[in-house]
């Protein structure tokens, strides 16, 4: 189980900075349904909403189900027209077969797979759909911002590696496994990987944010681990430097995608 608290105290500046996903995903995964609108939409690890609210004008039901209280706050204040629950991957409270799709939109390395997917199982309908789907970063703004990025988060590796005696334990699932968990569990009789994007405006604030957003890079500023805040500066220089002026911030999005079998069954059963 991952510690919630690990996303406490910047959940602000995650909303502010973090992209918003496009509806072009939705578009994406009703396509899978041949529906232009569902009854419910179940959103898993939703953090501040930003995943939950693209939903709102697809679905009759939106739901964002989140563990940390923190992250579910500021969804209950940002999306008023859904449903959030403080509930985990692991046990949703849902009623089974109820939501026709579930997404963990920037979440499901956060998740052990298999017990968050037969949980996915149990809630979804018989031919309903499950998407993971993360940005890759960085987004694609400037070559020297990129390089900036880069060297900020290897910095921030190495601390964790260093100091990871006094940081907290976190646990993670590889992005790069997503799929074959997916594929593997026996629960979907298909699945795929799809790629889109979409532009945001951007300047430097807003790129130095999104580095800042990353929950790597939080767990050492409140720890106040030696080292953090003088990479950070150097990162915030080069950011200077190569946005001067607002510009347009590339963002891709990597989903995959899985359409629960019609006949319910499991291999794991």
């Not at 995903?25 to 953090?47: Q, S, W």
């Not at 990871?164 to 026996?186: C, M, T």
Request: hydrophobic share 35%; with cysteine; net charge negative.
């Amino acid at each position: 189980m991952v510690d919630t608290e690990r996303f406490n105290g910047f959940s602000g500046l995650y909303e502010q900075m973090r992209p918003h996903p496009p509806e072009t995903i939705c578009r994406i995964l009703l396509n899978y349904l041949n529906a232009g609108e569902i009854d419910k939409i179940v959103d898993i690890g939703c953090g501040t909403g930003l995943s939950t609210k693209i939903w709102l004008n697809y679905a009759r039901n939106t739901v964002g189900v989140e563990p940390n209280r923190e992250m579910l706050e500021e969804a209950k204040k940002n999306v008023p027209g859904a449903l959030f629950l403080n509930e985990s991957s692991y046990d949703t409270r849902l009623d089974s077969g109820t939501a026709d799709i579930v997404t963990c939109s920037q979440s499901f390395h956060w998740m052990e797979p298999v017990q968050t997917l037969k949980e996915v199982n149990r809630i979804l309908k018989p031919e309903g759909v499950f998407a993971v789907y993360d940005c890759l970063w960085p987004p694609s703004v400037s070559a020297a911002a990129e390089t900036a990025y880069r060297e900020l988060f290897r910095a921030v590796a190495g601390l964790e590696e260093k100091y990871r005696s006094v940081l907290p334990e976190v646990r993670r699932w590889p992005k790069k496994d997503h799929f074959a968990s997916i594929q593997n569990s026996g629960y979907f009789s298909y699945c795929t990987e799809v790629f889109t994007g979409n532009p945001e405006k951007c300047d430097s604030a807003r790129f130095t944010g999104l580095a800042l957003s990353q929950g790597s890079l939080q767990a050492l500023l409140k720890k106040n681990i030696p080292g953090i805040q003088e990479h950070i500066e150097m990162f915030k220089t080069a950011v200077q430097e190569a946005i001067k002026e607002e510009k347009d911030m590339y963002i891709s999005y990597r989903i995959i995608a899985g359409i629960k079998t019609s006949e319910n069954f499991s291999l794991r059963e």
